[in-house]
């Protein structure tokens, strides 16, 4: 019997609610096929079947939440199974399991078994304590349950992982528990007296309102926590002159808007981008903290940091550096709609290399942009405004400028790197000609 678990697929996303059941109890699946819709604070993923078999039992019904652990559904992969007449009644923390049932008749969690590229791992079977010592009792309750990227997080902040009580399925420590784990350390005195607790000052309820905050805020909440415990963030800011660039896009807009593109200064600044990473591989890495080593990638999936109602989503628009211009431009535009929209596929939120974040359109020029773990940089475009300058000549011109703020990882890359790298950007972007010249 195989049960395929809710796994963890990173971005932030722990729990979902059941949308639509596309099986019955009963059906015949083979692995691909589509089983289950499941919203999540971000995207509303299709959950494909990771083996062929016959639909046993649901985990869930539509509407219910499920969190990263839960059994969505049992396969019978023989074919010889008695299916349940009926979907679970609800999902619920399980209770205490034999240690011979506490994994699927010995099969690993399958990492295909959701859409994306997802990281998972065996969970750890507590040993018997019969006819043990309590010091060999001590050093098996120092196992834990926690995904590969728990562990890392952890190892990150500097949290020692087999101290946590996990709040998740069966006592598995999930992101939260370790982002408060690194919060209390922070906090915690060099005595030996116990942390205090920080707690929100009283208010006159009657004055106030409380709002609860929707699932994505929560999901930025946590990423923004985790980046800022991290990361020792640096930012550097510079303004170019781009009057040549205005000049082109002026003249090529509407020549544009007849092949339904929406031109604007992002696809240049994307395809600069693109360039510039090539020629500095360091921004499109990640840092491994626990192996000490650095990543480089060899994709750009460049980010597009895109404001919803609900809160800040990141889809990225993979391979973009073999993209045009207007390929670029257009790939914006629709993850920009979808994200609104609430349309996203999981597998454009994941992978992304660098970030790019547009304040210029709310008509900021400067800002202190934050990384998107476990990205190294981001980049802050403002928005372009005139000034008077010296140009070569001595004279004194307007000028369309345009601000840009580069947030970087300082573990890695040094604000010379930063320098450099704002300096290739100044290049191709006052030079838009250079960017012409290279069509993929």
Do not use: C
Not at 108 to 128: F, K, M, Q, R, W
Not at 198 to 203: L, T
Not at 232 to 257: G, I, N, W, Y
Request: glycine share 8%.
């Amino acid at each position: 019997m195989y049960e395929f678990k809710f796994a963890d697929i990173g971005e932030g996303i722990h729990e979902g609610q059941i949308l639509k059941w596309l099986v019955k109890v009963g059906d015949s699946v083979k692995d691909g096929n589509s089983l289950v819709v499941v919203e999540t604070d971000k995207v509303n993923a299709d959950l494909p079947s990771p083996v062929s078999g016959t639909i046993v039992k649901l985990g869930a019904k539509v509407g219910e939440t499920i969190h990263v652990g839960d059994t969505l559904v049992w396969i019978d992969e023989s074919g010889t199974a008695t299916v349940a007449t009926e979907v679970v009644p609800e999902v619920k923390k399980p209770e205490a399991k034999p240690v011979a049932m506490a994994l699927s008749e010995g099969k690993e969690d399958n990492p295909a078994g959701v859409v994306g590229s997802i990281e998972v791992s065996d969970e750890l079977i507590a040993a018997s304590t019969e006819m043990v010592t309590t010091d060999q009792i001590d050093v098996a309750q120092t196992k834990v349950l926690a995904t590969p990227v728990a562990r890392k997080m952890a190892a990150d902040l500097g949290v020692d992982i087999t101290k946590i009580k996990g709040s998740g399925e069966s006592g598995r420590i999930m992101k939260e528990d370790i982002i408060k784990a690194a919060d209390t350390k922070k906090v915690a005195p060099t005595s030996v007296a116990s942390a205090p607790v920080i707690a929100m000052p009283s208010f006159n309820e009657q004055e106030v309102t409380r709002v609860k905050i929707t699932k994505l805020r929560k999901a930025v909440v946590n990423a923004m926590s985790v980046a800022n415990a991290i990361i020792p963030m640096t930012t550097l800011m510079d303004e170019f002159d781009v009057s040549a660039l205005v000049k082109l896009r002026e003249a090529q807009k509407d020549a544009v808007k007849l092949q339904g593109v929406k031109l604007t200064y992002l696809p240049f600044v994307a395809k600069a981008i693109t360039m510039a990473l090539r020629e500095y591989p360091i921004f499109n890495s990640s840092y491994d903290h626990e192996k000490e080593e650095i990543v480089f990638k060899s994709h750009i999936n460049l980010g597009i940091a895109v404001d919803t109602n609900d809160g800040l989503i990141v889809p990225n628009i993979k391979d973009a550096d073999g993209k045009t211009i207007l390929e670029l431009a257009k790939a914006i535009d629709n993850l920009a709609e979808q994200s609104r929209a609430r349309t996203l596929k999981l597998e454009d939120l994941q992978n992304g290399s660098f970030t790019i974040t547009n304040y210029g359109a709310f008509g900021m020029k400067f800002g202190t942009p934050v990384i998107k773990h476990p990205e190294v940089a981001i980049l802050g475009v403002g928005g372009i405004y005139k000034k008077p300058i010296v140009d070569s000549a001595g004279a004194i011109v307007v000028a369309d400028m345009l601000p840009l703020s580069l947030t970087i990882d300082h573990r890695i890359i040094d604000g010379a790197d930063g320098g450099r790298f704002l300096l290739r950007l100044k290049q191709y972007l006052s030079d838009p000609a250079s960017l012409l010249l290279r069509l993929k």
